[in-house]
């Protein structure tokens, strides 16, 4: 027991060396409470004497105090250093510290009374009075523990005084167990960011009662209109019941009138050691896409990839890093992440470190294109599942550079899957595009070539009885924040103040999320059995003047007043919709009612082969129209739009 006296008194020395700085008090010095604690039960020892001198109807004249009681006093000083009631932030007492105070009471109170009766029988005279010392013990904890609740409150009084104009005037959608915890530990968050002024009940059972000392307020109207009665800046999206379409209907409907809308997590998704107000979040673009999104068959992937061999080319792109993310989850034998750019291969290389740190993976600089460092990576590596990310995407570049376009996504799609026939992979995965149906620039008819030749190489492979690779390609339209993709664009736009730049009023597009994206491939990939081009239904068409009023609104502008949007025309090969399907095309159904199979026609190997290389030949004279006229002659739907190709359409019968 000295020992550990010993060892407090020397902490609440050096704690005294510490001054205090009354223009930011974040926290007093141990020695500085410990003072504030003595000084109280100074004040302690005063009231008992007047409450002793009013029991006894004597008159209280004496203002001092004797040895005996300073005695007391000091004896309930080293209680407290030994009990360490210092050691506690005042403005965050809690239960705990009541009960060392009580302990550190009740220990001077019996010390004393062991002092008094060692007195009483050696000496044989009274050492102070009994009454007084159950008095002083009463009156000392209720006054130390009274100071720290008064001390609690004046600091949450003031924080709060202080915090009003930061903090965010909210209504909580919900009135459910995840509405109530969320309501709960914000309004008990320090500094608080948000000043919760009611709960929305979208059913109306709970009417005219009250949640957390809040009013519960019944839907009736549009959501905005109640925001806006109730003096409210945004709404906090709690309710897990909402459905996709009633999402979208409130989200929409508060943007219209500029209100912020926020999300809540699920209190089990609730993030350790991390605030609760940085996990609302923003409504994001994603969040109001117009469509459920697609649920998959995770054990089917799952035994594609499990303890495999796989290959990921364009392993560092936007769609090919999530696929390598995603294939990585499956636990794979070996995750190949071919690349030919540096620095985001070195960075997808350390993510998958870092989040996979038992995964054996290699990240592989390499061109599609040079078909001798592909087939060193097979020859060494075997890969089973290989799925092919890398091509050149971006309209306008390809169309001003369609020898580019042809190496990239014709050659480098041809070197990939000839290496998956030649080194028996079980599976070739081809991601293609939207713009390959009735393509009308460069980019898009590259990626129908590229489809038409793994088609017919499947051709090819059924009929030869040693084959063991199955080739499959999935098609979809425009990927959300990919690389190149209108939303970073728009976002980017907006933080340069505007304006946000469009194409054109009526141009419209399909959207889907990059992990929805992924998924769908490796999917695909697991139900494909050959010759398949699989595509997906992306629901409702987004108009891209929609969606750039929407992502204005939700960075908290108004279109048109804080951010213009300003029309600067198609570019070149650019058309106003894109399709899934071609006009001669049928889809097949599958297990999975968001992904269909597209029904095309088969080229000849021995053809397409022949076609692929004599375009090969016309890309490295890099003669634009010869290349663009061979690129049309094997795609006659290739018809060019706003572009200076589109002399020939008229040439091609």
């Known amino acids: 027991m000295l020992k550990q006296l010993k060892q407090a008194l020397f902490q609440v020395l050096e704690s005294s060396q510490k001054k205090i700085d009354f223009k930011n008090i974040n926290y007093l010095p141990r020695w500085a409470i410990l003072c504030f604690d003595s000084f109280i039960l100074i004040i302690s020892l005063f009231f008992t004497k007047i409450i002793v001198s009013k029991i006894k109807n004597a008159a209280f004249f004496n203002l001092g105090f004797s040895k005996e009681e300073f005695l007391i006093v000091i004896i309930n000083v080293l209680f407290f250093i030994l009990f360490r009631t210092y050691a506690g932030l005042i403005r965050h007492s809690t239960f705990i510290d009541a009960a060392k105070f009580f302990l550190a009471t009740i220990a001077t109170l019996l010390s004393a009374l062991g002092l008094y009766y060692g007195y009483l029988f050696l000496i044989g005279d009274e050492l102070f009075s009994i009454p007084q010392l159950f008095i002083y013990s009463i009156v000392s904890f209720c006054g130390l523990f009274l100071f720290r609740i008064l001390v609690k409150q004046v600091f949450e009084v003031y924080q ?39 709960f929305i009940d979208k059913d109306g059972k709970n009417r005219s009662k009250e949640i957390l000392g809040l009013p519960i307020i019944h839907l009736k109207r549009n959501t905005a209109v109640l925001l806006r009665i109730y003096n409210a800046q945004a709404l906090i999206i709690a309710d897990s019941t909402l459905t996709k379409e ?25 993030e350790k050691n991390t605030t609760l107000s940085n996990q609302i979040q923003k409504i994001q673009i994603e969040d109001i896409l117009e469509r459920e999104p697609i649920k998959l068959d995770n054990k089917l992937v799952a035994k594609e990839i499990f303890n495999k061999c796989i290959l990921v080319t364009g392993g560092a792109g936007s769609i ?13 034998s070996k995750l190949l992440i071919f690349d030919q750019a540096e620095s985001p291969l070195y960075e997808i290389q350390q993510e998958i470190k870092h989040d996979f740190p038992e995964l054996n993976f290699e990240a592989v600089i390499g061109d599609v294109r040079k078909v001798d460092v592909l087939e060193d990576v097979f020859k060494k590596n075997c890969p089973q599942v290989v799925y092919h990310a890398a091509a050149y995407k971006h309209v306008p570049l390809m169309e001003k550079h369609p020898s580019e376009a042809i190496f990239a996504n014709i050659m480098g799609s041809k070197n990939v899957a000839d290496l998956s026939y030649k080194f028996k992979a079980e599976k070739f995965v081809m991601v293609s595009t939207d713009k390959a149906v009735n393509p009308s620039n460069v980019m898009g008819a590259s990626k129908r070539i590229a489809e038409i030749y793994v088609q017919a190489l499947q051709v090819k492979a059924m009929a030869d009885p040693k084959n063991k690779t199955n080739f499959v390609t999935t098609r979809f339209g425009n990927v959300l924040g990919s690389n190149g993709s209108v939303v970073p664009l728009f976002k980017r736009q907006i933080e340069e103040g505007g304006p946000l730049t469009i194409t054109h009023p009526d141009i419209i597009r399909y959207f889907m999320t990059i992990p929805e994206a992924c998924q769908l491939v490796l999917e695909a990939g697991a139900m494909g059995n050959g010759g398949e081009i699989f595509i997906f239904d992306m629901g409702e068409a987004v108009k891209i003047i929609d969606l750039a009023k929407k992502i204005i609104r939700l960075a908290g502008f108004v279109p048109y007043k804080d951010i213009d949007i300003k029309v600067v025309g198609l570019r070149p090969g650019e058309k106003l919709y894109e399709e899934l399907l071609s006009d001669k095309s049928t889809t097949l159904p599958t297990y999975n009612s968001k992904i269909m199979i597209a029904k095309v026609e088969n080229c000849s190997y021995t053809e397409i082969n022949k076609d692929v290389h004599e375009l090969f030949v016309l890309a490295k004279e890099d003669n634009k129209n010869e290349i663009v006229k061979k690129m049309k002659e094997i795609v006659p739907e290739f018809l060019s739009m706003n572009s200076d190709f589109e002399i020939f359409d008229k040439k091609i019968v």
């Open 160 to 198: 709060r005084y202080n915090d009003e104009e930061a903090r965010l005037n909210v209504l909580i959608y919900g009135t459910g167990e995840n509405a109530i915890a969320i309501a709960s530990a914000l309004k008990s968050e320090k500094p608080s960011r948000y000043k919760i002024l009611g």
């Open 246 to 270: 009633e999402s979208i209907k409130i989200v929409d409907s508060c943007l219209e009138f500029n209100y912020k809308v926020f999300r809540a997590p699920l209190i089990s998704d609730i």
């Open 320 to 332: 090919g890093s999530e696929i390598v993310r995603q294939v990585a989850s499956y636990k794979p």
